[in-house]
């Protein structure tokens, strides 16, 4: 979970096998200093290199930031199936295939937030 305007990691301990040595340092990270692989622009040379396909780092950066904003603002989800990113779980940067959702939690009533609530 990414909480608050800074997406700050909040996590449990089935999420430490994707965070690999990122784990502990990760939990309270922004998701743009923890994810900055994902988060900074493609064309910065240790990412680029990895890359084989041509894409506006802009397109990316925004991308991933406009995910989060649509999730805020409207409570709507969005899900990716077999997402190629590179990842720097390790002390390399690897290729992954994630599928994955953000969902935004702010139009949710309080009452049906917390898991396993009941009235």
């Not at 969005?78 to 390399?92: A, E, I, V």
Request: some cysteine; overall charge negative; charged content about 25%.
């Amino acid at each position: 979970m990414y909480w608050g305007d800074d997406l700050i990691a909040i996590y449990n301990e089935a999420y430490i096998m994707l965070a690999g040595q990122k784990h502990p340092r990760l939990m309270g990270m922004s998701y743009s200093v923890a994810w900055v692989e994902i988060w900074v622009s493609l064309c910065h040379p240790c990412v680029e290199q990895f890359y084989t396909r041509v894409i506006s780092a802009d397109k990316i950066q925004d991308e991933v930031k406009d995910v989060f904003a649509n999730a805020k603002l409207t409570g709507e989800a969005t899900m990716k199936d077999d997402d190629g990113l590179f990842l720097k779980r390790s002390n390399y940067l690897e290729e992954t295939y994630f599928s994955w959702s953000i969902v935004g939690a702010s139009n949710i009533p309080f009452r049906h937030r917390a898991v396993g609530h009941s009235e």
